[in-house]
């Protein structure tokens, strides 16, 4: 697997693009809003310059082949409204994590829904994934519907070792 060029993901209502530095201030709001954080145990950009260094980060990995970061655009390509990624990829490569965050004012409205199901497709039939993961805090509970309406399934003898709140979710891709 190696990510040479980054792969756009055109859905019906979305464009799921490349993160770019002038998406510093979404990515401010989303990591840092007290609401769209309470269920997550992740380092905060409440400033510019934090920002601009989780961007470089995501921009590495993806350069490392590490993981996709994608942002979410509602309409206006260039109004990030939430992120989808896939990312810590098995040795083997046929396991990779996904990840997700959506503002506020974009819940609700079916677009994590929509972006998540592009980019299980995109896993498993052009990364040819055979299992994508989830963790999710166990109270979270619009983030286990929409995992549970994406057909992925709980794991309960599997526990998340960094974060013992979070439940562990799992899609198999269909042979």
């Known amino acids: 697997m190696?990510?040479?060029?980054?792969?756009?993901?055109?859905?019906?209502?979305l464009l799921l693009r490349l993160l770019r530095t002038s998406d510093w201030e979404a990515i401010s709001y989303l990591?840092?809003?007290?609401?769209?954080?309470?269920?997550i145990k992740r380092s905060t950009a409440e400033s510019k310059e934090k920002a601009f260094e989780f961007i470089e980060k995501i921009e590495k990995g993806f350069n490392k082949n590490d993981m996709l970061?994608?942002?979410?655009?509602?309409?206006?390509?260039?109004?990030?409204?939430?992120?989808?990624?896939?990312?810590?990829?098995?040795?083997?490569r046929k396991t990779a994590?996904?990840?997700?965050?959506l503002s506020a004012t974009h819940q609700g409205k079916r677009i994590m829904d929509e972006s998540l199901k592009s980019v299980v497709n995109y896993g498993?039939?052009?990364?040819n994934l055979n299992t994508i993961e989830a963790y999710t805090h166990k109270r979270n509970t619009r983030s286990k519907n929409l995992l549970k309406r994406n057909g992925f399934n709980l794991l309960t003898e599997k526990q998340d070792e960094n974060n013992l709140d979070n439940a562990?979710?799992?899609l198999k891709r269909a042979l």
Not at 97 to 101: F, K, P, S, T
């Open 31 to 39: 990591r840092s809003d007290k609401d769209i954080n309470k269920f």
């Open 168 to 170: 562990v979710y799992e």
């Open 69 to 92: 970061y994608w942002a979410i655009t509602h309409n206006n390509p260039d109004e990030m409204v939430g992120s989808v990624c896939l990312w810590n990829f098995s040795e083997d």
């Open 2 to 13: 190696n990510f040479s060029t980054f792969p756009e993901i055109q859905t019906e209502r």
């Open 97 to 101: 994590e996904v990840g997700y965050d």
């Open 124 to 127: 498993f039939n052009t990364l």
